[in-house]
């Protein structure tokens, strides 16, 4: 990647956003840098790579000129402005909703389907957080033996709810540490320090909610699987940062413990931590505190589904990935590299 290229950011003040930058800061040759956000932060100075970069308002008008956009923005501002930048000539990724499952948008996880960025017509679209850190450990599974159904309970971070739902849980942790009364619930619908909502969005199809049913509708349009079944259940848990899942496959066909041990361990962006056995216990399985600002999703607890009929054709593990990192802006800008090749 010799060019350098106009990278702007559409929601740059936000956790995303933010992360956004830093990644590429990290790794990405960006000639120029355009931070776009609300009119409130619009000529805020924000340091990248040593000089500092003004926040512009978001409007068409600033997409003129770039090569890549990252957007990080609700779903109906990124549906309003997004189009607005492919019309200036810009190629996007999309962190909202709002285009994901339009069939004329590629949904992309790098490590499983890059090849569908070549058909895109200006806008690629970043899948869900929870389905980002949950397919990419089923995918090499689904390579080595067919997966045909998943069982998922998730153990979403306040990170989820973005900048908003940080800081609500350290104002909760905060209150209880004095001995006060805790503030009223503004980023979830209960208090969350101390207590788990098992509710992620709304309801959206009998009894599931729209967080639950992305793992469905995202993961069959990313892994090519129409007829793939999911059962999830999305819960929020008072973690700050970093998300975890406890995932069930079926297989079309028996598979050794050791196979799936193997496929995993060698899988890109994937790190298996699954040694019951290790006297430390960050040794012994994944946990949010050792998989935050970090890019791999960290799997453990590999064993087998006693409840499947046919032990062989089961398996059951859990993993962890930084919801901000992996599950969001370092996956959009994973995609953002592929484009400049």
Not at 118 to 142: E, K, R, Y
Not at 191 to 213: C, D, H, R, V, W
Not at 233 to 255: G, K, M, Q, W, Y
Request: with cysteine; net charge negative.
């Amino acid at each position: 990647m010799a060019e350098n290229y106009t990278v702007a950011i559409l929601g740059a003040t936000g956790a995303v956003g933010t992360q956004m930058r830093q990644c590429l800061e990290e790794d990405f040759p960006v000639g120029k840098l355009k931070l776009l956000a609300s009119a409130r932060s619009a000529g805020r100075a924000v340091e990248f790579r040593g000089e500092e970069v003004l926040i512009e308002e978001a409007v068409p008008e600033a997409f003129a000129g770039c090569d890549i956009v990252l957007g990080a923005v609700e779903d109906d501002l990124a549906a309003e402005l997004l189009p607005e930048a492919v019309r200036r000539g810009a190629t996007v990724v999309d962190n909202s909703h709002a285009f994901r499952m339009d069939p004329k948008v590629p949904l992309v996880v790098p490590e499983i389907n890059a090849g569908d960025i070549a058909w895109h017509q200006g806008i690629i679209s970043n899948p869900n957080c929870a389905t980002i850190i949950g397919l990419v450990p089923t995918w090499p599974l689904h390579r080595l033996a067919g997966v045909t159904r998943m069982i998922v309970s998730t153990y979403q971070a306040a990170s989820g709810a973005g900048v908003p739902g940080m800081r609500a849980l350290e104002a909760e942790i905060a209150a209880m540490g004095r001995g006060e009364e805790l503030p009223a619930p503004s980023a979830f619908a209960a208090q969350l320090a101390s207590n788990l909502i098992p509710q992620i969005g709304g309801e959206k199809f009998a009894g599931y909610t729209s967080e639950e049913m992305k793992l469905q509708d995202e993961g069959r349009k990313i892994m090519h699987l129409p007829e793939l079944r999911v059962s999830c259940t999305c819960v929020r848990v008072p973690v700050l940062r970093s998300h975890s899942e406890s995932i069930t496959l079926e297989f079309e066909r028996a598979v050794s413990l050791e196979e799936i041990r193997r496929a995993l361990a060698e899988a890109p962006g994937v790190r298996l931590v699954d040694d019951l056995a290790a006297e430390d216990a960050h040794d012994r399985f994944p946990m949010p505190v050792d998989t935050s600002d970090q890019d791999l999703i960290w799997v453990g607890r590999v064993r087998r589904d006693l409840s499947n009929p046919d032990e062989a054709r089961g398996v059951s593990f859990w993993c962890c990935g930084d919801q901000i990192r992996k599950g969001a802006a370092t996956n959009a800008v994973q995609i953002a590299k592929l484009l400049c090749k």
